[in-house]
């Protein structure tokens, strides 16, 4: 499938989607929500690809909703559109391989909430982060919800009501970023990022992946008893009875994906 507002490619075990919007500063039309769920989810079924890295063209890794889309709905149209923007994070922790998101420049409302849709997230020195509807009148509350599963109270809050902008090196400080390179080597780091997911057991990630998200909304004790499930399963796969055998014979495992 061809895409107008993104560019897929695939090299090494790792599918990259680029949003490609490089004018419009990466926003999200509805056509872009749309390409970049459908790309997705194309790379989840691709047996060839273990690793999705998402990146912007241009100066911007993405500054948000595409503004001239927002006048003139009914509530239930406005509802649909905002529905749209967020599909990305249902659609990401739907997905067994992982998402790095790859950041420069500014990741700002939808973007800063794509930024947070993602697994794992490496930026650039010069990043700057916002969730600034607030200063519109409007609510960053797609990109909250996943950022106050791990931000203090007063901090999301903070977010969500002052809208300025944080670097990011306060954003890895915060946890919302894993790793804060020189623009330079941003993609090189990425990939680097990705082979370390690359060279685990494919059914480990996978599984380890689905596990996090089913937990989430867990008691703790039902947490614990999902966990124990998860490992017992883990244990009678092919790569599970590799990995320990390569353990105790001190050599490289040879993952089967099985």
């Known amino acids: 499938m061809s895409f107008k507002t993104i560019l897929t490619a ?3 075990q790792t599918g990259t989607i680029s949003l490609n919007r490089p004018k419009q500063f990466n926003t999200f039309s509805t056509k872009m929500a749309e390409e970049l769920n459908e790309a997705l989810l194309q790379m989840e079924q691709d047996e060839a690809i273990q690793v999705v890295i998402v990146r912007g063209e241009g100066k911007a890794f ?3 909703v595409d503004v001239s889309e927002f006048e003139g709905k009914t509530p239930s149209e406005y509802h649909a559109w905002i529905k749209l923007m967020g599909e990305m994070h249902l659609t990401i922790a739907s997905m067994g391989k992982p998402v790095i998101a790859s950041i420069h420049g500014f990741a700002v409302a939808n973007g800063a909430g794509l ?8 930026a650039s020195e010069e990043t700057k982060i916002g969730t600034s509807a607030i200063n519109v009148g409007l609510l960053c509350s797609g990109p909250i919800a996943p950022l106050s599963c791990f931000l203090p109270k007063k901090k999301a ?3 969500l009501l002052c809208g300025e902008m944080i670097d990011a090196k306060e954003a890895e400080r915060l946890g919302i970023l894993n790793k804060v390179v020189p623009l330079e080597k941003l993609k090189e780091e990425t990939e680097a990022f990705a082979r370390k997911l690359i060279d685990k057991s494919p059914v480990a990630v996978r599984v380890g992946k689905e596990f996090y998200y089913e937990m989430m909304d867990m008691t703790f004790r039902q947490k614990l008893v999902l966990a124990d499930e998860v490992l017992a399963r883990l244990c009678t796969t092919e790569d599970a009875l590799e990995g320990v055998s390569a ?5 490289k495992p040879e993952w089967k994906g099985r």
């Open 157 to 159: 809050l903070e977010m």
């Open 247 to 251: 353990f105790l014979e001190k050599r």
């Open 10 to 12: 695939k090299e090494n």
């Open 115 to 122: 930024l947070a849709a993602a697994d794992f997230a490496i």
């Open 62 to 64: 993405s500054t948000g």
